[in-house]
């Protein structure tokens, strides 16, 4: 019999923020996919989930490398589909561990549409993690939305001119993807008066989280991947 595909969302960072059904579904997997990038010398997600997964479990990667070529893409996402379809075709249980929440920005998305085409039978459960803004929400006790209040959630990779009407429709926003167009970003939120309304958060749940509202102080600095900027236009409180 076809064993089961599991996305599994771990959560922003921190072991003990996985809800219990990833921890008990990671206890039992006969199989853990790991997605890791070039860049990574250990997958983050398996940092994140490592102490919940069963000691007879099998691990297999799945590379995930950070590029924005469509073509490359695909084979990689393909080839990681055939490893896991491998394993499902066995009889084996296959749980793809990714960080944050499973249907936000996760490779997870794009291996399962990959996984339906070769096993179109195959049994699926997709399990919610906390997102890394819910997270950094929580961290700073930051209401991401009260009342009426719109939130948009922005990936910031593409040009940072096209959130300018994004940042003016909406009264609060999560950008992600933050550390590569930065400058740029900062730029945009000095022109529309949002830099004092907005606050960085990197690698939280990790033992080097960092946190500052002087967005100013990181232009020019390196930045982690694992960053993500707070607005709140009503202010930080
Ligand atoms: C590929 S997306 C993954 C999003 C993830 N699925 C989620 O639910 O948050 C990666 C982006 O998520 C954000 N992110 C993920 N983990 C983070 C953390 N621990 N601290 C700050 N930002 C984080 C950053 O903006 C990063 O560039």
């Not at 590029?67 to 080839?79: H, P």
């Not at 749940?205 to 500052?212: A, E, I, L, N, S």
């Amino acid at each position: 019999m076809t064993g089961k595909f599991y996305g599994i969302g771990v959560g922003p960072g921190d072991p003990d923020l996985l809800t219990l059904r990833a921890a008990a579904l990671l206890k039992t997997a006969d199989v853990v996919c790991i997605p890791r990038s070039a860049a990574d010398n250990e997958s983050v997600a398996l940092k994140v989930a490592g102490a919940h997964i069963g000691p007879a479990a099998e691990m297999i990667e799945v590379s995930t490398p950070m590029t924005r070529d469509k073509d490359q893409l695909e084979a990689e996402w393909r080839r990681g589909a055939e490893k896991i379809a491998a394993s499902l075709a066995a009889g084996k249980n296959v749980a793809f561990i990714t960080i944050g929440d499973a249907m936000l920005f996760s490779t997870y998305t794009y291996l399962l549409k990959h996984v339906r085409d070769l096993i179109p039978e195959v049994e699926v459960e997709s399990v919610p993690g906390v997102t890394s803004f819910a997270a950094a929400a929580a961290h700073l006790d930051l209401p991401l939305s009260e009342g009426t209040e719109k939130l948009a959630i922005l990936p910031a990779v593409d040009d940072p001119e096209a959130l300018r009407p994004l940042l003016a429709a909406f009264d609060n926003a999560v950008l992600m993807k933050v550390a590569g167009k930065y400058e740029q970003i900062v730029a945009v939120l000095g022109d529309l008066g949002l830099k004092d309304k907005a606050v960085f958060v990197s690698r939280l749940g990790y033992p080097d989280q960092f946190v500052t509202r002087d967005l100013d102080s990181l232009v020019g600095k390196k930045r982690d991947y694992l960053s993500l900027i707070l607005i709140k236009k009503g202010g930080l409180g």
